[in-house]
């Protein structure tokens, strides 16, 4: 059995080794290095280019290097009928943690506005406010979204969850569903965008959304980029609905140079970088299901295409 590799974005000799270590005898095939292609009945792949899974005649399993899958499934040339496998690791989880605290605190400690006033030479003093007075939702409470909130409720900021079926959380006051998607809004001084992609949630983060929040509020999005209207997010900002935003993921990326978030004041692009899986945890969680795949026994994390995640 030979494993595909294909990835632009992730380190593939880090990656490489910890595959070898979970798999001493692991044909690996490192794009474009494919040998006979025959040969090949798995791949580990983040946005392989076009057609290339679809060429590989014997393939049996498609690994995604991302918790996210809405961008390999836009990709019409996937193949249809095999299982393809999300992937679910704790660094994922971690790093996208780090990533909403480091967006909460600067909110939260002004950094932005002090960043601002840097820039015009002004001396300034914004007092800083509890963390428990800070309210702030979490859109998705799948695995990133529970870990963001305990997070976050862990550094003592009062966090409240949405999620489409009703979920418990210590600490977390969680609402389920459209009907109680109103009252959870009204009470977030932040929104923190988590959701998978699926028809219902494009396009959820638009005018409509903005305006049940409180004015004066910031968004956190990291969840997928088909997501948020981006006129609407501008509008909220010059009206004041919004205060700022930090925006991760796109429709399109890299972000075009000359798209106007890039130098809209209060915004703050990244580029894609909230949480990524680490080869040394990440390659267990493949490991495992290569060894499925060869016993023949049910993949875990099997994306159900017809949800979407």
């Known amino acids: 059995m030979a494993l595909l ?43 392989p280019p076009p057609g290339l899974l679809a060429g590989l005649p014997n393939l049996e399993a498609i690994f995604s290097l991302g918790a ?12 249809a009928h095999l299982p393809l496998c999300r ?31 840097q820039a015009r030479g002004e001396w300034r ?34 966090v409240r969850g949405w999620s489409r079926s009703g979920k418990r959380l210590e600490g977390v006051e969680t609402f389920a569903g459209d009907d109680e998607r109103g009252a959870f809004l009204a009470g977030c001084d932040m929104l923190v965008c988590l959701l998978p992609l699926t028809a219902e949630t494009e396009n959820i983060l638009d005018a409509d959304l903005f305006a049940a929040m409180p004015d004066g509020s910031f968004l956190v999005h990291a969840g997928r980029g088909r997501q948020l209207v981006e006129a609407d997010l501008v509008e909220a900002l010059r009206s004041g609905k919004l205060a700022a935003a930090t925006i991760d993921v796109f429709p399109i990326e890299p972000l075009p140079a000359d798209h106007p978030l ?47 995640y």
């Open 262 to 308: 890039w130098r809209h004041p209060r915004v703050t692009v990244t580029p894609h970088a909230a949480s990524y899986a680490q080869a040394a945890s990440g390659a267990a969680f493949v490991a495992d299901n290569i060894r499925r795949l060869r016993r023949g026994d049910p993949l875990l994390a099997v994306v159900d295409r017809e949800r979407g």
């Open 87 to 117: 992937m679910v690791d704790p660094s994922l989880a971690g790093y996208m943690s780090e990533y909403v605290l480091t967006v909460a605190l600067t909110y939260h400690r002004h950094m932005h506005l002090y960043a601002e006033q």
């Open 125 to 158: 003093l914004h007092l800083p406010v509890p963390a428990a007075s800070r309210r702030i939702g979490v859109m998705g409470l799948g695995e990133l979204g529970r870990h963001v909130a305990a997070t976050l409720s862990g550094h003592g900021f009062r």
């Open 68 to 79: 996210g899958i809405d961008a390999m499934l836009a990709d019409p040339t996937l193949p």
């Open 5 to 47: 590799w294909y990835s632009t974005d992730d380190d593939v000799s880090a990656w490489s080794a910890a595959l070898r270590d979970e798999i001493d005898d692991l044909d690996l095939r490192i794009w474009p290095d494919l040998g006979d292609e025959r040969d090949i009945d798995m791949a580990l792949v983040w946005l």
